[in-house]
C-alpha cells in the first residue's frame, strides 16, 4: 500500500470519532426535550446550559476532523 | 477553481518587511483584519455610547447587553473578586466576537481559524491565570493538584491527572475556537464549490448554504462566549482554589 492510500484511509479512519459527537449530542437535546417539556418555565435558563455544552461537544468531533485533515494536507 | 482551504492562506500584503532584531515581520492580511477587529470594536462601543442617555436607542443598547452579558457571566461564575478582572474578559470577549463575526463577511478573513492566533490568546490567558493564582496564594497554589479528602490511594493516579489537565487548558481551549472556525468555512466553501461544478441542481447546495451561513453567525458568537466563559471558570480556579 503506498502512502497516499494509506492517508487517505487513515483520514477515513480518523472520522469515525465524529460518531461520538454525534451520541453525545442526540443525548444532549434529547435530555434538553424532555426537561423543557416537563418543566417549559425553566426553558431559557436550561437552553444557555445546553448551548454550552454543545459547543463543548461539537469540538470534541471538530478535534476529529482536524486530525483528518491534517492527515489529508499538512503531512 | 481554489480548493477550499484557499481561504485560509495568509499572504503579505505590504512586500517590504519591517526587520526587529533579525526577524522579518510582515503586514499580513491576518494582521490586517486584526487591527479591523480592534477598529470597528472600538468605533462598536464608541458611536454607542456617544449620547450617554439614560433610555438607550438601538445603538448603545446593543453595547449595553453586550456589556451587560459579560458582568452576569463573570458574576455568575466568579463573584464579587472578579470585579477588577473585567475589562481583561471584556476584551477578550469583543476581539473574540469581532475576529469571528468579520470572517463572515464575504472576501473576509477569519483570523481565528489560525490556531497560532487562538493559542496565542489561550496561552495569554493560562500565564496570567497562573501569575493570578501564585499572587493570591503562593506556595498554597500547588494543593491545586491535590485536593482535601481525597482518599490515600488514588494520590498517584489522581495528583498526575490534575496536572496533566492543567497544563492541556491552553490546547483544548485554544482548539475549540480554531477547529470550530475552520471546519465552519471549510464546509461553506465545499458546498459554494458543489454549487458551482453541479450545474441547475447548484440551487440545493446553495440552499443549504444559506442555512449553513446563518448557522455559522449563530457559532461565531457561541464560540466567542464560550471561550470567554472557560476564562471565566479558569480565572475563579485561580481567584478561589477549591
Known amino acids: ?75 | 477553481m481554489s480548493g477550499p482551504l484557499h481561504q485560509f492562506e495568509v499572504k503579505p500584503l505590504i512586500n517590504t518587511p519591517m526587520t526587529i532584531g533579525g526577524y522579518d515581520f510582515y503586514f499580513t492580511n491576518s494582521s490586517l483584519f486584526m487591527v479591523l477587529a480592534v477598529l470597528v470594536s472600538v468605533l462598536f462601543v464608541r458611536f454607542g455610547m456617544r449620547s450617554k442617555s439614560l433610555i438607550p436607542g438601538r445603538m448603545q443598547s446593543m453595547v449595553e447587553l453586550t456589556h451587560d452579558m459579560v458582568a452576569n457571566l463573570m458574576k455568575e461564575n466568579i463573584g464579587d473578586e472578579g470585579k477588577k478582572y473585567f475589562p481583561f474578559i471584556f476584551t477578550l470577549f469583543i476581539f473574540v466576537l469581532f475576529g469571528n463575526l468579520l470572517g463572515m463577511v464575504p472576501y473576509g478573513f477569519t483570523f481565528t481559524s489560525h490556531i497560532i492566533v487562538t493559542f496565542a490568546l489561550a496561552f495569554f490567558i493560562f500565564v496570567t491565570v497562573t501569575i493570578i493564582a501564585f499572587v493570591k496564594h503562593g506556595t498554597h497554589f500547588f494543593r491545586f493538584f491535590l485536593p482535601e479528602g481525597i482518599p490515600f490511594y488514588i494520590i498517584p493516579i489522581f495528583v498526575p491527572i490534575e496536572i496533566i489537565s492543567y497544563f492541556t487548558r491552553p490546547i483544548s481551549l485554544s482548539v475549540r475556537l480554531f477547529a470550530n472556525m475552520l471546519a465552519g468555512h471549510t464546509l461553506i466553501k465545499v458546498m459554494a464549490i458543489f454549487t458551482i461544478s453541479m450545474g441547475a441542481l447548484g440551487i440545493l447546495p446553495l440552499l443549504f448554504n444559506t442555512l449553513m451561513i446563518g448557522f455559522e453567525i449563530f457559532v461565531a458568537v457561541l464560540q466567542a462566549y464560550i471561550f470567554t466563559l472557560l476564562s471565566c471558570l479558569y480565572l475563579n480556579d485561580a481567584v478561589h482554589m477549591h
Open chain 1, 1 to 75: 500500500m503506498d502512502l497516499a492510500a494509506a492517508k487517505m484511509i487513515g483520514a477515513g479512519l480518523a472520522m469515525i470519532g465524529v460518531a461520538g459527537a454525534g451520541i453525545g449530542l442526540g443525548m444532549l437535546f434529547s435530555s434538553f426535550v424532555n426537561g423543557v417539556s416537563r418543566n417549559p418555565s425553566a426553558a431559557p435558563h436550561v437552553r444557555v446550559m445546553t448551548m454550552v455544552g454543545f459547543a463543548v461537544i461539537e469540538a470534541m468531533g471538530l478535534f476529529a476532523l482536524i486530525i483528518a485533515l491534517v492527515l489529508l494536507f499538512v503531512m
